[in-house]
């Protein structure tokens, strides 16, 4: 069984910058997305990284903004967030076990974390 513990969540001022973890037990996970939940919106993919940490693709909104980045020794993927804005308040998720498809689609992913909550306030 696949388990994904995302942290790193909590609460910080426009223009500040949180690092999210992704933490798989004991299983190095190979195609890893990044996805967020805001309250009446769609989830919508952010970033994913690939096994070996390249190549990784963004969504527009977080491009330039956030970085996604892994360290398989700890199997663990990261989401570094900067320059963050009230509109990226959201609960966010990392999700594992990639079965083909476009990497945004959250339906082509067998497997999700808790998630963490990110709350920026202006």
């Known amino acids: 069984q696949v388990q994904l513990v995302e942290s790193g969540g909590g609460s910080v001022q426009a223009g500040g910058s949180l690092r999210l973890s992704c933490a798989a037990n004991?299983?190095?996970?190979?195609?890893v997305g990044w996805f967020r939940k805001a309250p009446g919106k769609e989830r919508e993919g952010l970033a994913t990284?690939?096994?070996?940490?390249?190549?990784?693709d963004y969504a527009g909104s977080v491009k330039g903004r956030f970085t996604i980045s892994r360290d398989n020794a700890k199997n663990t993927v990261y989401l570094q967030m900067n320059s963050l804005k009230p509109e990226d308040t959201a609960m966010y998720y990392c999700?594992?076990?990639?079965?083909?498809?476009?990497?945004?689609?959250?339906?082509?992913?067998?497997?999700w974390g808790q998630g963490t909550q990110v709350t920026v306030s202006s």
């Open positions: 999700a594992a076990v990639f079965i083909g498809g476009m990497w945004y689609d959250p339906g082509r992913y067998k497997y």
């Open positions: 004991g299983y190095t996970p190979r195609t």
């Open positions: 990284i690939y096994t070996g940490g390249d190549p990784t």
